[in-house]
């Protein structure tokens, strides 16, 4: 296997470490200072004592374990979690330094760390490797209730004893550890929810609640362990939708004869509208429960189980339209009438008129989705001698989603003038048009001439790791290593996806009136000056009108694939402490791991949409992974932290399918196309270096500044090549090819490039400044980080040249005040503009140019005090997203202009939350 110099020198340099060190002459750990008076050191045990409680207790925890870690890492503490609740674990997440959330349908979901989107990053629970209920590793991380978690570490550098980390970083969720309290706890809450957008349609809701409750004890003197916790969210999420589909001067290139009466020539002009409102309503139901047994010094086992069941149902209401030049409905072209125009930037673009000849589509959709989630796994230790200790850990992890979408199509049999008026900024446009709500003129039918009446898309997924890790762990009485790990992860992952696609027809292609009895009253698109549209359970119709068919396109084939992969990680890690100088000690580690890789995937080779066999393709490679961690402590809290490694992330799993299509040019000189996946890819490597310096001032306070630069030595990018299609027959009513080469379009790998950035980041209690301040207190980051990898060089096309997730500036607020039992926190995080990965058209993945968001979120809570009747219960009232934050999108102009206009403009309201926390 080849390795850069860099690696190979690193990798040396470890293993000299390790043998070397164990060879040296022990020496006596040096003892505590005896000049030290007993006052002094009773002065010290007392300030020890010194406790906070709530979220200073919090923060002040999370400092403590980032200030004790060997690697560069961010935590966040049981009573951050606990204490003031978020939605999930993505939103606590998002507020570290130099980690930002990326918000799907309104809610944090996936979590991008230094400017890498959620594929980089690596999520372990308890240690070990998580599967996803999305369609490739990253994992949605609102499935995790916050309620359940205990404790997370974000690991920003590699530690040779990790395993399953990423490229970006390491996310470990916790769970708790019931021996590690002294008594029994048992709390419960509950809070009311409700949305400042209220009911936007009639079969919306606007209102929900959560529920948990905690239980941990221990048992036979405190040699026996137990904890359950479980939480309900019900949760709803209103939507109102807005969007551009694209923008063009279409006298600019030569497309073909498509004039349109009236359009100003060269101007831009919007192609394609869409307006709608769809109400969520989320139901999660997380379970946790761990057993611990410490009979003695010797022995310790643990068995934590995880289960959640995620459900959304998700109703659509809307209308779109195609405005361009191609579109000829019954009446003919589209035209414009009245059309005025405004410069920008120089260039003229039609801002309102009358389009002509339109013929809308009403929308009614219902999507429904099933995640099931399970996790397990049993760790014993066992204490061979007092220096000697062996670890066994068992686990398995399983994801399952169930999915549909249903579309159905509805509007008037006649053509449509539309009244418009455009913003070439963010925000709502304005249209006005007849009345789509009308029972009696609105007709079930295709008004676009899609081809098909409806379509249903029914999926089904199933993510799977099991995993066996065994590992011996050896102290020294060196003075330099103190310990040595050495171990084995074997790790076998199966990842499946089936998706069928039918079309739904109306006997006779026949338009048809709704029955009155299946319909909703109207909902409302005024926001976009739309008026209202018609509505109806589309389910309830689908079964009355429709005839259902299934029809599958290649790339409705190409969903379908089986992906396996077979790890198996040995590693070896010696920890380090020793003292460099009289005034400065060094901590950290140094290690290795050695990772073979077999992976391979099963799927459809068809062709014109035909199938014709399943292929199973694969490959194998090793890498060698030497990493370096040192922690140089120069006393009164200074801190200078250290790290190189190599690192590696596999590609997204949905990149490695073996499914594939590919046809026949139709004219000369009939050459084979195609495009699928590629099971064959290896993984994104590259070189990192960390280099941190902290200055911890206190319980609670530090200012840290982080440097870091990745070496992309490998990227995956969408590339075209030379391929033999033997393995594929021509259609015989098809034109003969000139010869079995031709070219495909698949992942590959190719050259790298850079990620780099810093990262300012602090945490002060107001007592650092005047005692006059005690109880409040402040949480501040920014991270700016730049790349030069460009994921598609083949494309020119302005804004696609960052890699996806990349934010350049993200930035976290947080103001707090605790004291006398009265909490309140406000909270804002930012993110500029970026590249993001979204759900697209029949569940494909598209890129969107994301705009930057800041949101913003209050939680004031009050607990009542010990000598209180009602000590243990706290109240808390929350807002979530303060401000009414868009997601906004933009679209590069598509004839070369630069110019980039409004895309998606979508407002998901306020959340109120009001409850209780009360501890037994």
């Given at each position: ?817 605790e004291k006398y039992g009265f909490g309140a926190r406000i909270s804002q995080r930012y993110r500029s503009a970026y590249r993001g990965e979204y759900s697209a058209l029949f569940g494909q993945r598209q890129y969107l140019n994301t705009m930057a968001e800041r949101t913003t979120d209050l939680q004031l809570s009050y607990a009542f005090g010990e000598q209180s009747k009602l000590k243990g219960l706290s109240l808390l009232f929350q807002v979530n997203n303060l401000t009414d934050e868009p997601f906004q999108t933009s679209i590069s102009e598509s004839t070369g202009t630069g110019l980039f206009f409004p895309g998606e403009y979508t407002l998901y309201g306020r959340q109120y939350l009001l409850g209780f926390r009360y501890e037994l």
């Amino acid at each position: 296997m080849l390795r850069t110099p860099i690696a190979h020198h690193l990798a040396t340099a470890c293993c000299i470490a390790i043998l070397s060190a164990a060879q040296a002459q022990a020496q006596q750990v040096p003892e505590a200072d005896s000049s030290a008076t007993e006052a002094e050191q009773e002065g010290a045990k007392t300030l020890d004592r010194v406790k906070v409680t709530g979220i200073r207790a919090a923060i002040a925890n999370a400092v403590e374990k980032k200030n004790e870690a060997t690697s560069i890492v961010e935590t966040i503490s049981a009573e951050d979690l606990g204490k003031l609740p978020d939605v999930s674990i993505a939103d606590s997440l998002s507020r570290l330094p130099g980690l930002a959330t990326q918000r799907v349908d309104g809610r944090a979901q996936v979590i991008n760390i230094r400017g890498m989107s959620e594929q980089f990053a690596g999520t372990l629970l308890n240690g070990r490797e998580q599967v996803s209920t999305g369609d490739s590793r990253g994992v949605e991380f609102d499935q995790y209730p916050s309620e359940l978690i205990n404790a997370v570490t974000v690991y920003k550098t590699p530690d040779a004893a990790l395993v399953g980390q990423g490229l970006s970083g390491t996310v470990d969720l916790q769970a708790i550890r019931p021996l590690d309290l002294s008594e029994r706890r048992v709390v419960f809450s509950g809070q009311g929810e409700y949305n400042s957008l209220g009911k936007v349609s009639a079969d919306a809701k606007d209102k929900g609640y959560r529920a948990s409750a905690s239980y941990v004890d221990q048992f036979a003197d405190h040699t026996i362990g137990v904890a359950l916790g479980f939480a309900r969210l019900n949760s709803p999420f209103q939507e109102q939708h807005y969007k551009s589909w694209w923008w063009a001067d279409l006298d600019a290139v030569d497309w073909g004869d498509a004039p349109q009466a009236g359009r100003p020539a060269n101007a831009i002009a919007q192609e394609g509208t869409e307006a709608w409102v769809k109400s969520r309503q989320l139901q999660r139901d997380g379970l946790m429960g761990v057993f611990e047994f410490k009979p003695n010094d010797s022995l310790h086992s643990t068995l934590d189980v995880y289960y959640s069941k995620f459900e959304q149902d998700e109703v659509m209401h809307g209308l779109m339209w195609n405005n361009d030049a191609w579109f000829t409905g019954p009446a003919g072209p589209i035209s414009y009438s009245n059309a005025q125009t405004s410069l920008v930037n120089g260039y003229p673009v039609i801002t309102s008129g009358t389009l002509n000849n339109v013929q809308p589509v009403v929308r009614n959709d219902s999507n429904h989705r099933e995640d099931r989630l399970f996790s397990a796994g049993w760790n014993t230790q066992y204490k061979l001698t007092d220096a000697t200790t062996l670890t066994a850990d068992l686990s398995y992890s399983r994801a399952r989603r169930q999915q549909s979408t249903l579309e159905l199509y509805a509007g008037p049999l006649g053509p449509q003038s539309i009244d418009f008026d455009l913003t070439t900024s963010p925000g709502f446009s304005q249209f006005s048009l007849g009345d789509m709500a009308d029972p009696n003129a609105i007709y079930l039918w295709d008004p676009e001439a899609w081809g098909h009446d409806g379509r249903l898309e029914i999926s089904e997924q199933e993510d799977t790791i099991k995993a066996a890790r065994f590992e011996f762990n050896h102290e020294l009485d060196n003075a330099v290593i103190r310990s040595v790990d050495a171990g084995v992860n074997f790790n076998k992952r199966t990842k499946q996806k089936i998706s069928s696609v039918y079309f739904a027809f109306l006997p006779g292609d026949t338009p048809v009136l709704v029955d009155p009895s299946l319909l909703y009253a109207p909902t409302s698109l005024d926001f976009a000056g739309m008026g209202d549209v018609l509505s109806f359970n589309p389910t309830a119709v689908l079964d009355q009108y429709y005839d259902v068919v299934l029809s599958e396109s290649n790339d409705d084939l190409r969903k379908d694939f089986i992906v396996e992969e077979k790890v198996n990680t040995y590693f070896v890690r010696a920890n380090i402490d020793m003292d460099l100088t009289d005034r400065i000690r060094v901590r950290g580690n140094a290690g290795m791991q050695y990772i073979t890789t077999d992976q391979s995937s099963t799927g459809f080779n068809a062709e014109n949409a035909a199938v014709v066999g399943s292929q199973t393709l694969g490959t194998q490679y090793s890498d060698v992974l030497p990493s370096l961690n040192l922690v140089f402590d120069f006393g009164d809290g200074w801190l200078i932290r250290a790290s190189a490694a190599k690192v590696m992330m596999r590609p997204p799993i949905n990149y490695l399918s073996a499914a594939s299509a590919a046809g026949v040019s139709t004219t000369a000189p009939y050459l084979w196309s195609g495009s699928g996946g590629n099971p064959t890819l290896e993984p994104y490597r590259a070189m990192a270096f960390d280099l941190s310096f902290e200055k911890y001032l206190g319980q609670g306070s530090y200012v840290s500044l982080a440097l870091f630069r990745k070496n992309l030595e490998t990227y995956v990018y969408l590339q075209t090549l030379p391929w033999d299609f033997s393995a594929y027959t021509p259609d015989p009513d098809g034109p003969t090819p000139l010869s079995n080469m031709g070219t495909f379009s698949t992942w590959a790998n190719g050259t790298g490039g850079y990620m780099r950035g810093a990262e300012l980041s602090t945490s002060l209690f107001g007592t650092l400044i005047s005692d006059a301040l005690d109880g409040w207190g402040t949480q501040l980051n920014a991270s700016y980080t730049a790349s030069s990898i460009d994921p598609d060089p083949n494309d020119n096309t302005p804004g696609t040249d960052t890699i996806p997730g990349l934010s350049k500036i993200v930035a976290n607020a947080t103001l707090f005040y605790e004291k006398y039992g009265f909490g309140a926190r406000i909270s804002q995080r930012y993110r500029s503009a970026y590249r993001g990965e979204y759900s697209a058209l029949f569940g494909q993945r598209q890129y969107l140019n994301t705009m930057a968001e800041r949101t913003t979120d209050l939680q004031l809570s009050y607990a009542f005090g010990e000598q209180s009747k009602l000590k243990g219960l706290s109240l808390l009232f929350q807002v979530n997203n303060l401000t009414d934050e868009p997601f906004q999108t933009s679209i590069s102009e598509s004839t070369g202009t630069g110019l980039f206009f409004p895309g998606e403009y979508t407002l998901y309201g306020r959340q109120y939350l009001l409850g209780f926390r009360y501890e037994l």
